[in-house]
């Protein structure tokens, strides 16, 4: 299973921000291997440097780093919307019921539990990008205005 390049001028580019470096060598190391190119971020708030210097095509996250976590950069980057049609999808070892919720809620459109596998890791981000975004920016425009009202 590979990357599915749409216009052909360039790699799939994806922005991972996860702080453990044994996670951060394996995910890379899979999506690599699979055609993408993998920007590594070891906390929220230098990935959020990356995602606006590069707009990937996907966006992994972690929910529990140093510095900013996922929660938080989920909801900074599903308030923007130069983002709109950009996944946020949170890669995380928080599998407790309700965590999958809890990431849903913070803004991200899809979870994936840990210890990551290699086919549904690849599925996942290959499906993401496939999807039309007039499929699932309703949900993040919902959840933008209620981010707005809390605030």
Known sequence: MTAAVRDGSHAPRIVLAEDDPTNQFVIRA???????DVEVCENGRVALDAIYRTRP??????LMMPIMDGYEAARTLASDPALDGVPII????RVLHGDDEKALDAGCDAYIPKPISRVKLIQ????????PATDWMPDRIRKRDGFRRSA
Do not use: C, E, H, P
């Open 30 to 36: 899979i999506l690599a291997g699979a055609g993408f």
């Open 90 to 93: 949170a890669v995380t070892a």
């Open 124 to 131: 996942a981000v290959n499906d993401w990008r496939a999807r």
């Open 57 to 62: 095509d996907v966006i992994l996250l972690d």
